[in-house]
């Protein structure tokens, strides 16, 4: 039996350390510990609940839309403040260019060395590679030309011997089974995607005003100023000039990132059965279609014990069961207090003790639904769009599946629920919203065409106790902040993220969270090279910045493997 | 025939000659600048590089090749703020063996080859894989200079120190230094702006919270 521990595991940001007992070569016990504090909730107290967004935006410097998003949409609830469909279309629009940047960052820079080994791209043949691609896509960035300049980068990167933050990969292990073309494909895609990233960059900061901290937000809506007849507003122009931003992101993500991820998934089928974890699936509808949000283009439900016959929807944010199910529990986190907490009540007060596998081990809280843990995130989205007959999920889901049996495994939904499975299903995701962008652009292009120019209705605070929860469905999952108003100021607020669900340590019957589950079984062919590990938790997208924060920002440390 | 006499010929050598003339008078494209700032606002002296390029904005005016941006804590998402530009100034806080509140002024170089000694705050991780990044795809910033300051505290909720938010008065000075040697445009202005410092107001008076006197922009 080898204990391993890898610290931190994001390959960016976050302070997340994962404890594996690996014996016959594969995990037998997990732990998942995020190594420092949250506070986020503690600043909000007694803030005014219209400013209370500038200040959840910077909880995470990454997903900071989303935050801001989540805490307008729960004041509002409290509130019962409906908002202008002019603001839920441009909030959609921010919405769906954040997560796509976000997908693509994390397909490419956060996750594709997992399983593309750049030391074999000097082996590759650029002409077969640009045959290869050219083959399933009609990406113009496969060509024998383009492919060549980026194998002279890497022959140069690996010739000069200074492989710098290329130098942490796995290279050479077992488990890297790709062809030196497929590898060069694909790293090709990682450098053009930074390219996309801008555009995603540009769609959020011309109608949020900055990027990254967006500033046009209201509890009410937003504060973009609509006049086709001013230079100085959201006009012709301006809508014109996103069109096209959107029109050129949309073959990188169709051709490119959703071809690679399908090309993935069919040279790696054995990931189809391992990292199932916990089935249990929970997503919120997102992207309203209306002004007051009755009707939603990304839908919304719950999959218990991972029977997809079994969906429950979640028509719209009034949900009750949701309001009702969601409680996060203390036990193994370092808060003082036991048990379950719904999140109105919620307390966060550091109760530090040393990690104790059987007692607290961890910064994050473990949210539960009826009691039970679940997993968040783009699969949980295909899972419940799928199940429920959403025409867009089946769509680009059933195309994944058709070009993955070419030359690979003939998946069926239930295939999904596995590491591959959430690798396809951010890529679907992505497909999907890429689609919607242009549908929420042209929402919007007609409704101020119709002459209505209004963005914002004003918020009024009642003088007695009010609470609300904003929904959001963010790129890593299910985002819900809970707030408590008391005389116009919140008494209390808490965040309940999607890393939290996924990363959440045991609860006080001992049920492991989604991590921690998903890593039973996992293979480990080499205890000092845990890749198989890191394939599993990455394809979570593990973000703990907003997860909890931090508290000692003493140590610049690459990731470190303890073989206990 | 006497081509001289068509006149779509007339028009086009003078489009030639036009073309020419405006070549040989063409002024280079100007330098793509950014001067950044980073850190979390919410962790006392991590807010340094926000603050300082907030002031440094209020109290210059620089010409529209320049952005002056805060970018938060992007890890990676720095990337595209970086593409393709010539010269980037980055505020943070930085570690070293200096007093809190020093100034530390580092180019690229430093960063590759003393990374293991000069280590920025919790977010710098990003920096260091953005430029690779950008590196590889060749879209590196010409010229990367940082300009850190040693943080006292570094904690949730906790206000920027006495110390660091001197040093940051300092560090737009050396910014503007830093732009003005490099022929950037880069004039104090007439009236300075009144620096918007949304996270250091005391959320009950609206005005810089109690633990600060002395302020001043």
Redesign the interface.
């Given at each position: 039996m080898a204990r391993i521990t890898i610290d931190p595991i994001t390959r960016i940001e976050g302070h997340l350390r994962i404890d594996v007992e690996v014996d016959g070569g594969s995990v037998q016990k997990a732990w998942a510990s995020c190594t420092m504090w949250r506070g986020i909730e503690n600043i909000l107290k007694n803030r005014d609940p219209r400013e209370g967004w500038v200040f959840a935006q910077r909880f995470c410097g990454v997903c900071t839309t989303v935050h801001a998003m989540a805490s307008v949409r729960a004041v509002e609830d409290a509130l019962q403040l409906e908002i202008p469909a002019n603001a839920q279309y441009i909030r959609n629009l921010i919405l769906t260019g954040h997560a796509l940047h976000d997908h693509i960052v994390h397909f490419y820079h956060l996750s594709a060395l997992d399983w593309v080994d750049i030391t074999t791209i000097p082996r590759a043949d650029p002409a077969r590679a640009a045959s290869i691609a050219d083959g399933v896509s009609n990406w113009p960035g496969n060509s024998r030309g383009e492919l060549e300049a980026v194998q002279n980068k890497v022959n140069g990167l690996l010739g000069s011997g200074q492989l710098g933050i290329f130098s942490n990969g796995y290279w050479g292990h077992p488990a890297m089974r790709l062809s030196p073309e497929m590898n060069l494909i694909l790293f090709a895609h990682y450098l053009q995607a930074l390219e996309f990233q801008r555009r995603a960059c540009q769609v959020v900061g011309i109608l949020g005003g900055k990027t990254p901290h967006i500033q046009n937000l209201a509890v009410g809506g937003v504060m973009n100023a609509i006049n086709l007849n001013s230079l100085a507003t959201m006009n012709m122009d301006r809508l014109g000039t996103l069109q096209s931003l959107l029109q050129e992101m949309i073959p990188f993500v169709q051709q490119a990132y959703f071809v690679d991820a399908c090309l993935l998934a069919a040279s790696y089928p054995e990931w189809f059965r391992y990292g199932r974890g916990v089935a249990n699936y929970l997503a919120v509808p997102d992207l309203p279609v209306d002004a007051k949000a009755t009707k939603f283009d990304l839908p919304g439900g719950v999959i218990m014990n991972g029977n997809l016959g079994s969906v429950r929807t979640i028509q719209d944010w009034h949900d009750q069961p949701i309001r009702a199910a969601v409680a996060e529990d203390l036990t193994h986190a370092w808060y003082s207090g036991d048990g379950a907490q719904q999140p109105w009540k919620g307390t966060t007060d550091p109760d530090y003790t040393n990690f104790q596998d059987n007692g607290k081990y961890t910064w994050v809280k473990a949210p539960r639904y009826d009691g039970q843990p679940m997993q968040v995130g783009p699969l949980s989205n295909i899972l419940v769009g799928y199940a429920s007959g959403h025409p867009l999920t089946r769509k680009w889901t059933d195309a994944a599946f058709s070009r993955i049996s070419a030359n690979g495994p003939k998946l069926t939904p239930d295939a999904l629920q596995s590491t591959m499975g959430r690798y396809l299903a951010r890529a679907i995701r992505s497909a999907m919203l890429s689609d919607l962008a242009l549908e929420h652009w042209q929402l919007l292009t007609d409704n101020i065409l119709k002459g209505d120019d209004t963005t914002y209705n004003p918020p009024q605070f009642p003088q007695h106790e009010v609470v609300g929860v904003g929904m959001h469905e963010a790129p890593r999952g299910t985002l819900s902040h809970w707030v408590v108003i008391d005389k116009g100021v919140f008494s209390n607020y808490q965040a309940v993220v999607p890393t939290t669900w996924n990363a959440s340590p045991r609860d006080q019957r001992g049920n492991p969270g989604p991590y921690e589950s998903s890593l039973l079984a996992n293979p480990v062919a080499d205890p000092v090279k845990p890749l198989e590990v890191l394939r599993t938790v990455h394809s979570f997208d593990p973000c703990m910045a907003c997860a909890c924060h931090t508290l000692d920002v003493s140590g610049r440390q690459i990731a470190q493997v303890k073989v206990l | 025939m006497n081509t001289s006499s068509d006149p779509s010929r007339l028009q086009g050598d003078f489009r030639l000659e036009l073309n020419a003339f405006q070549h040989e008078t063409m002024l280079p494209p100007p330098k793509r600048i950014r001067v950044i700032g980073l850190g979390?606002?919410?962790?006392g002296d991590?807010g340094f590089g926000p603050l300082t390029v907030e002031r440094f904005h209020c109290k210059y005016e620089c010409g529209l090749n320049v952005e002056v941006?805060?970018?938060?804590?992007?890890?990676?998402?720095l990337?595209?703020?970086l593409?393709g530009t010539d010269l980037v100034v980055i505020a943070d806080a930085v570690?070293s063996l200096e007093k809190p509140g020093a100034l530390c002024i580092y180019c690229e170089d430093d960063l590759?080859t003393q990374g293991?000694q000069l280590?920025?705050?919790?977010?710098?991780?990003?920096l260091?894989?953005s430029l690779?990044?950008?590196r590889?795809?060749?879209?590196i910033p010409s010229e990367l200079i940082i300009v850190g300051v040693v943080p006292e505290s570094?904690?949730?909720?906790k206000p920027i120190s006495p110390a660091v938010f001197s040093a940051s008065s300092i560090a737009v000075e050396k910014i503007a230094g830093l732009l003005v040697e490099r022929s950037v445009s880069c004039f104090r202005r007439s009236a300075a702006l009144p620096p918007n410092l949304?996270?250091l107001l005391d959320?009950?008076s609206k005005s810089l919270a109690t633990w600060f006197t002395g302020f001043t922009s």
């Open positions: - | 979390n606002v919410l962790m991590d941006i805060d970018l938060g804590t992007p890890g990676l998402d990337a595209p703020y593409h570690h590759i293991a280590r920025l705050t919790a977010h710098d991780p990003g260091v894989e690779a990044h950008l590889l795809a060749g879209e570094c904690e949730f909720g949304w996270w959320h009950r």
